[in-house]
């Protein structure tokens, strides 16, 4: 006895060809389906799991195609088949047929509901439209749908970028006064907002408001905070929020350590960069390239090269190579030493790595040159930067002086 597929076989086997990124055999197969009349027709589920598969591997248009061809077999779409295409036209950047879309439910009897909302909103702030996501928030609560935290992330995440913290507080707020429990990307939103603003004080009030609520701050979320405080030189907020973070079993990780040796180094409390450095390794955290980067940076524009090339060295010993950065950060402290042959075999020991020197490493040299009077040498340098394909930083030459266009520093 011969034992045939039925309609939950196909659909199956369908959904694995769009798994794998064959939805167009995955369309073939539901056509076949129609043509031939194997067992039972394609169903909604069906339908679904090919838009799907479309919408995920970026084929919009058939997607969108394969909407029509299911509407004109007779089967009516639901509210998974408009949510699937709306994110898929959301992140395409479509925001015009999303809303299309949209508008063209209630016609197919499809109620929309949180889903539906959450991916409208988030298309819309993600194309800067934060005001009619609002609007779009508002109908949605008239409409009898509660929010959810991801709402309310999206919205606050979108008002933070556009720098209207106060506005995004606010809605924190409300959501927690209607029994919404924020989330770490909540918190952390607002507190990197504030901190973009230096206020340090309102980035703590979120802190503590999140805490309040019951949650536990997570490794992010300290750091930001930790970030923020370097940034503006409250070092004793730093060690009172590391010890915190220690102390609540949130363990540090190597962006905690980067923001703390750089926020260190910049000022020059090298005694303390060193002991985080130390500290880090200590706790089995490796550093990574950031890490090496920003101390030789901060090192090197505190005249402190020869402290830096130790650095250079412990790095590559530690498996991170020196990139471009790295090396421009070196070339900048034997410039302000005023060690330009060291600088100058700098450039040739790049190439020899396979790093190509940028504009950026060859102006600091010709910057360098100038200064000390050396302009055949800047010259040279110049003639050499064109060579390699690069142009001069709006450098003119006149009567044997080289100057910039700027006011800014001459790099």
């Known amino acids: 006895m011969r034992c045939a597929p039925d309609l939950i076989t196909y659909t199956t086997l369908i959904g694995c060809l769009c798994s794998n990124g064959n939805s167009r055999l995955g369309l073939e197969l539901c056509r076949q389906m129609v043509k031939e009349g194997i067992c039972s027709r394609p169903d909604v589920v069906t339908y679904n799991t090919l838009i799907h598969g479309f919408c995920r591997d970026g084929d919009i248009p058939i997607a969108r195609k ?3 061809e299911m509407v004109s077999e007779g089967i009516m779409p639901d509210v998974i088949t408009f949510n699937t295409l709306i994110d898929g036209f959301c992140k395409n950047g479509d925001v015009i047929t999303e809303q299309n879309l949209f508008e063209e439910m209630p016609a197919h009897g499809v109620v929309a509901d949180l889903c539906t909302y959450n991916t409208l909103i988030d298309g819309l702030c993600s194309h800067g439209d934060t005001d009619r996501a609002l609007r779009m ?32 507080l606010k809605m924190f707020k409300e959501m927690i006064g209607k029994g919404v429990l924020p989330n770490d990307r909540t918190c952390n939103a607002l507190i990197l907002g504030f901190c973009r603003d230096g206020d340090i004080d309102k980035a703590f009030e ?41 102390a609540r079993g949130v363990m540090p990780d190597v962006t ?28 089995k955290i490796s550093p990574n390239i950031m890490t090496f980067s920003a101390f030789i940076d901060s090192l090197c524009k505190h005249r402190l090269t020869s402290e830096a090339e130790k650095l250079v060295g412990l790095m590559e010993d530690s498996g991170n190579k020196p990139n471009v950065i790295t090396f421009t950060s070196l070339l900048h402290g034997y410039v302000l030493e005023d060690r330009l042959d060291e600088a100058a075999v700098l450039l040739d020991t790049m190439a020899q790595k396979g790093i190509k020197p940028n504009q950026r ?33 709006d450098v003119f030459f006149f009567e044997g002086r080289v100057a910039k266009n700027h006011t800014d520093e001459f790099y």
């Open 66 to 68: 394969v909407f029509v």
């Open 137 to 168: 928030f508002e109908e949605m609560a008239a409409s009898g749908l509660v929010p959810d935290v991801i709402t309310y992330n999206i919205l606050i995440h979108s008002l933070c970028c556009q720098g209207n913290v106060h506005s995004a």
């Open 206 to 246: 979120v802190y503590k408001e999140y805490i309040g609520c019951g949650l536990e701050a997570n490794a992010h979320i300290y750091t930001t905070l930790i970030n923020g405080c370097c940034k503006k030189g409250a070092f004793l907020h730093v060690s009172e929020l590391f010890q915190k973070m220690i």
């Open 256 to 283: 905690t350590y980067n923001c703390l040796i750089h926020g260190f180094s910049v000022r020059g409390e090298w005694k303390h960069a060193i002991g985080a450095f130390r500290e880090m390794v200590n706790r």
């Open 361 to 393: 490493c060859y102006s600091k040299l010709i910057n360098g040159y100038c200064k000390s009077g050396k302009i055949n040498d800047a010259l040279q340098l110049v003639e050499k930067m064109r060579n390699q394909g690069l142009k001069p930083d």
